[in-house]
């Protein structure tokens, strides 16, 4: 990084600042694609004056939107934001540059944008300018909450597993009775989380025996539904399953092994089904780590993967998980349910994948169990 600084620098005011930043940012998750989801405040004088986030589909930026709110009570004043500003010119001038000429004084930075067409320049401009430019106020919790972002940069989305089991990590009866295993809260939580991704993944098994819709369907938020992505080897996906009779509505991508027929892949492709293949091990099963490569390619940050058992233990194999969102219904299944993790192939426990416990929630009955990935 060529700007580096400790959260020493910055006050208590500072922080509350960013931290309001910082809850503006998440807004546009799920959202803003390929872009970062960004917030600023600009405060003058202790006053709030103009708050802004990244709008869908990822412009205007978070600062245009706070200074248009601040208009002529900008100047003097002080622009918290969760990210550099750019300094790039796209389908607008530079945030830097705007932020210049509406005379801000000061510019609290969370982190430098990693983009190779900002890196540092956005804080020169703004320095050049004559504006006191500082980078490193909550750093960590920005840098989490463009994890997506950050990581796209290096060919990866991020990668959230999401699973609802009973206490003892079944995902449903051995007969594939599964509703419902958590409560209404729970399931409300897991759509909301639908919202905050950019895609949303599940495996071919799940796909037909649920014939799920994969929508966000929640009050206000049904247009923010995903991509909605099947890894499905052998293109098994019946045509008459929600997922392509709606794929004109709601995007569907097919993840396939190498090999299937011309004509059933155009099949998909007449519905308006995107099929992509990738590389595959021996039962045909789409590599995971290729998927989320092509993932990010078309401009996914964020991924969240559903399940079932198979392809939450390829990702988790892959080490590709980095939130595991658990929700557990208090009910027991026994033996004889099907886990929500399929074979891992472990012998040794040393070599389990390990999470390390972010946070817990009540919803209801039922709990939700966050984890990291710890490295
Ligand atoms: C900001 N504020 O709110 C966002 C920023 O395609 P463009 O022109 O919109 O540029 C996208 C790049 O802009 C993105 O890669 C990142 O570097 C920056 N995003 N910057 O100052 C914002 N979303
Ligand atoms: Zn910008």
Redesign the pocket.
């Known amino acids: 990084w060529p700007v580096r600084t400790t959260t020493e620098r910055f006050n208590e005011t500072d922080r509350r600042h960013m931290t309001a930043a910082l809850t503006l940012a998440r807004r546009g998750l799920g959202n803003?694609a390929p872009?970062?989801a960004?917030g600023c405040v600009i405060v003058r004088e202790g006053i709030v004056v103009g708050r802004g986030w990244?709008q869908p589909g990822?412009?205007p930026?978070?600062?245009t939107e706070a200074l248009a709110r601040a208009g002529a009570l900008a100047r003097g004043a002080t622009a918290y934001v969760t990210?550099e500003?750019?300094s790039?010119h796209?389908?607008t001038g530079p945030?830097a540059e705007a932020l210049a000429k509406a005379g801000i004084a000061r510019v609290v930075a969370a982190t430098i944008?990693p983009?190779p067409?900002?890196a540092g320049r956005g804080i020169a401009l703004l320095k050049a300018a004559g504006i006191v430019a500082e980078v490193g106020c909550l750093e960590q919790e920005a840098q989490r909450v463009n994890a997506g972002f950050f990581g796209r940069l290096d060919g990866r989305p991020l990668v959230t597993l999401k699973l609802a089991t009973s206490l003892d990590g079944c995902i449903a009866t051995r007969t594939g009775d599964s509703q419902w295993i958590t409560g209404e809260q729970a399931r409300a939580r897991a759509h909301l989380m639908r919202a905050q991704h950019d895609a949303i993944m599940i495996g071919v098994g799940t796909a037909i025996a649920d014939n799920p819709q994969l929508t966000c369907r929640l009050p206000g938020l049904a247009q923010r539904s995903p991509v909605r992505v099947v890894a499905d080897g052998r293109l098994r996906l019946p045509l008459t399953h929600y997922l392509v009779r709606t794929a004109r509505e709601v995007p569907t991508v097919l993840f396939c092994a190498p090999g299937n027929s011309p004509e059933r892949r155009n099949a998909y492709a007449q519905a308006g089904v995107e099929v992509v293949e990738v590389a595959a091990d021996a039962c045909a099963r789409p590599d995971p780590a290729g998927m989320m490569k092509h993932l990010a390619e078309k401009g996914v940050t964020r991924v969240m993967v559903e399940g079932g058992g198979q392809l939450a233990a390829s990702v988790i194999h892959a080490r590709l998980v980095d939130l595991l969102f658990w929700f557990r219904g208090p009910v027991v299944i026994g033996e004889e349910g099907r886990a929500a993790v399929a074979a891992l192939g472990l012998d040794k426990l040393a070599r389990a994948p390990t999470y390390a416990l972010d946070a817990v929630e009540r919803l209801g009955d039922d709990l939700l169990e966050i984890y990291r990935l710890s490295r």
């Open positions: 803003v872009n970062p960004v990244t990822g412009r930026h978070a600062e990210l500003p750019c790039h796209g389908k945030c944008d983009d067409r900002v």
